[in-house]
């Protein structure tokens, strides 16, 4: 009251290293072998509470699938339209409460998600969605704290934004929410993603239904917990694990759907813009539409590159977490002078990496999500075997106790070989190898051959070559890297988001992104309002 406060300045949360013999480690394992000792029962929230239906998934460890860590229930039609309403009869409080006590709550929500309950969002992470200590530290915890506290910084810069205001009047924007609710859609592979869905909107003043993914609901239930423990009202957000089919039917379609945020598959959001183009006549605003979606993330090496930066790339882009980062490489163009060596240094490297349950910290790579992802990487591997046109030159796979597909690399001998234009999501790099005086031609056809924009890699050292595949590529990704692999975005850093099928490139974790979740009404106040109606043109002399 009575101050203009300012945000604090956000800084990006450290990963911790997990070293041998460290408190941190000891402290994930024995988090680890608690989780997995227990079986615990997901409610729904609801307007705040915990609401436990009979409609009820398992939820396993990808890379033991057979082993249960907890049973989540699914809402339906009564419990989708409690959260609706939660959400509506919540707004009016929830937008009105002064900016700096809604800013609060979620500066003190990742507080606790980077201090108390760090272990628990780690292991679940590791544990449901398969994922090595590192790679769920730099997603749950360090993403999600960097989520909450860049967006409060940038909605304070976005608030500050003002008109200007001439003679006797006094111009103002008012960031107003959206009016209706707002429907959260979250993908499996990243808990942070699920956390920034549901709470950039709401960090905007708006309220929101949360469907999380069902291969992500341990970690993304304890997040919702992490939140209602930091004081957020009943009815913000409301987190209801439910059908894709029931939230079309039952959310999609409400008159008051405000805004549509989601991350996940190109064909999923294709099929929701569909469904609300259908029914547009019958909402009270146009929806807003924010969708992160597909890709097939490609690197492009030049002759002149530093080949061992270049294999560590190719490594580390392609098969950390399983290739199921939006942002994998996927696609690599390499010339072939340097074929021969680049090939012996990246089987060799590829040859080491270990895979495994991710309880055991050697490991670098676990298991894929779930039997279907399992089934799709397979086929690929299998399709390559059998063709003329490529060879699969190391990789393999694993189903008989958890989702296991080993580190592959494909060759293809045509640059238009399946592999290299559809997006698989798993630890599968298909190489293809041009002549090098042919690097405009790829270049070209890197562009143009798949409908994806999500992230791209350059390496070379020869700055005119820089420039160019800069200039040739630059609407083929919305996230582009030159010499560093393709993947590993952070926060208030490197805005992430793509274009183009890869979807409405509104980048996460910016003040873009935030924009969208406003609705601005501009006020003009006249000081000195005339009495005239007759203009001075108007008169004889
Ligand atoms: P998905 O599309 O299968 O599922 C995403 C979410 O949508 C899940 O919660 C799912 O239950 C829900 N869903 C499925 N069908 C639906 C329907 N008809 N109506 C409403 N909701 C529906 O994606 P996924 O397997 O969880 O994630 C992998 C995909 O996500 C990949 O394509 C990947 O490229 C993409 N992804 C993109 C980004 C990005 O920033 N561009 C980030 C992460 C993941």
Redesign the pocket.
């Known amino acids: 009251m009575n101050s203009n406060f300012t945000i604090p300045t956000p800084g990006n949360e450290a990963a911790l290293n997990y070293l041998p013999g460290s408190f941190e480690r000891a402290a994930l394992k024995a988090e680890l072998k608690k989780q997995s000792e227990q079986q615990i029962v997901i409610p729904l929230i609801i307007d705040g509470k915990e609401v436990f239906t009979e409609n009820r998934i398992p939820v396993v460890m990808p890379h033991n699938y057979r082993h249960l860590l907890a049973t989540c229930c699914l809402a339906g039609k009564t419990e989708l339209d409690a959260a609706k309403e939660a959400a509506i009869e919540a707004k009016s409080a929830w937008e009105s409460l002064a900016w700096e006590h809604r800013a609060a709550i979620f500066q003190q929500a990742a507080c606790l998600i980077s201090g108390k309950y760090r272990f628990q969002l780690n292991a679940a992470t590791m544990l449901n969605q398969s994922k090595t200590a590192y790679q769920a530290e730099i997603d749950a915890p360090c993403e999600i704290a960097d989520f909450l506290r860049y967006n409060l910084f940038f909605a304070d810069q976005i608030y500050r934004q003002q008109p200007l205001s001439v003679g006797e009047t006094w111009n103002r924007m008012v960031y107003r929410p959206l009016e209706g609710f707002v429907l959260a ?6 808990t942070a ?1 699920a956390g920034n869905l549901a709470t950039a909107p709401a960090i905007m003043g708006n309220t929101v239904v949360w ?6 609901l341990l970690s993304n239930y304890y997040l919702m917990r992490c939140l209602m423990e930091a004081g957020l009202p009943a009815g913000v957000i409301n987190f209801v694990p439910s059908k ?2 029931d ?2 039917k039952y959310v ?1 379609r409400d008159p008051r759907l405000a805004g549509f945020h ?8 294709r ?2 813009w569909r ?1 609300i183009g259908e029914n547009i006549e019958n909402y009270h605003a146009y929806p807003r539409l924010v ?5 097939k993330d490609y690197l492009v090496a030049h002759a002149s590159c530093d080949i061992p930066a270049l294999v560590s790339a190719l490594v580390r882009g392609a098969f950390e977490f399983q290739g ?4 994998a490489l996927s696609r690599a163009f390499l010339p072939q002078s340097i074929w021969p060596q680049v090939k012996q240094l990246l089987l060799a490297a590829t040859a080491k990496l270990q895979y495994g349950d991710p309880a055991d910290f050697t490991h670098l790579l676990a298991a894929v ?1 779930d039997e279907q ?1 399992f089934k799709k990487n397979v086929s690929y591997i299998e399709a390559a075997k059998a063709s003329p046109e490529a060879e699969v030159l190391c990789g393999g796979y694993d189903g008989s106790k958890g989702w296991f597909i080993a580190p592959t690399i494909i060759q293809a001998y045509q640059k238009d070989y399946v592999s290299m234009r559809e ?1 698989i ?1 798993g630890p599968i790099l298909t190489v293809y190898i041009y002549e090098d005086e042919k690097l405009d031609e790829i270049l070209a056809y890197c562009d143009t051959s798949t409908p994806y924009a ?1 992230t791209g890699a350059i390496f070379a050292r020869d700055r005119a070559v820089i420039a160019q595949m800069e200039k040739q590529l630059m609407h083929s990704a919305g996230n582009f890297y030159i010499n560093d692999k393709p993947t590993g975005a952070v926060v208030g850093q490197q805005p ?3 274009a183009r099928a ?2 409405t490139n509104d980048k ?1 974790g910016s003040a873009l992104n935030l924009y969208r979740w406003t609705s601005v009404c501009s006020i003009k106040e006249n000081f000195a309002p005339t009495a005239q109606i007759d203009y001075p043109y108007m008169a004889e002399k």
């Open positions: 859609v979250s993908p499996f592979n990243f993603i469907k999380p993914a069902s291969t992500a894709s089919t939230i079309s999609i989601f991350t996940g598959s190109t064909q999923v959001f099929q929701v469904e969708g992160e979606t597909g890709g199921q980062k939006c942002s999500i992802a997006e999501f999500l992430f988001g793509g890869s979807g996460a």
